[in-house]
C-alpha cells in the first residue's frame, strides 16, 4: 500500500525559507512524477511544483517560480520541495503526490496517491 508523508512545514517570518519533505513507501518511487499542491482556507487545492523520475526536470507554478526548487533522491525515495522568500500568500498546507503520468501534469486529478499535508504558515 503506497504511502507519501510530508515534514518540515512550520511558522516562519516573510522572507524566510523552509524545506518540505515527502517520503515514499509501498511504491516504486522512481516510476512515479511526484507533485507538490497546497491549500489554503476556504480555497481550492492548486497546483505547486511537480518533477518526474526520468530526468528530475520540473514544472512551477508561475506563482512560486524563481522562489521554489523542486527536487528528488530516487536513494531515498523522498521528494523536496525547498521554498525561499517566502509570503503571506504562501500561506496553506501543503501535500505531497504521486502519479505514473510523465508529462509533469498539472492537475491534482492526475494524481493517484497523496500524503496528509504539512502546514506552512507564513507570519507578516
Known amino acids: 500500500q503506497a504511502q507519501l508523508v510530508e515534514s518540515g512545514g512550520g511558522l516562519v517570518q516573510v522572507g524566510g525559507s523552509l524545506r518540505l519533505s515527502c517520503a515514499a513507501s509501498g511504491l516504486t518511487f522512481e516510476g512515479y512524477t511526484m507533485g507538490w499542491f497546497r491549500q489554503a482556507p476556504g480555497k481550492e487545492r492548486e497546483f505547486v511544483s511537480t518533477?518526474?523520475?526520468?530526468?528530475?526536470?520540473?514544472r512551477y507554478a508561475d506563482s512560486v517560480k524563481g522562489r521554489f526548487t523542486i527536487s528528488r533522491d530516487n536513494y531515498k525515495n523522498t521528494v523536496y520541495l525547498q521554498m525561499n522568500s517566502l509570503k503571506p500568500e504562501d500561506t496553506a498546507v501543503y501535500y505531497c503526490?504521486?502519479?505514473?503520468?510523465?508529462?509533469?501534469?498539472?492537475?491534482?486529478?492526475?494524481?493517484?496517491?497523496w500524503g496528509q499535508g504539512t502546514q506552512v504558515t507564513v507570519s507578516p
Open positions: 503526490a504521486a502519479t505514473r503520468i510523465v508529462e509533469l501534469p498539472t492537475m491534482s486529478s492526475s494524481y493517484r496517491y
Open positions: 518533477i518526474t523520475w526520468i530526468d528530475s526536470s520540473g
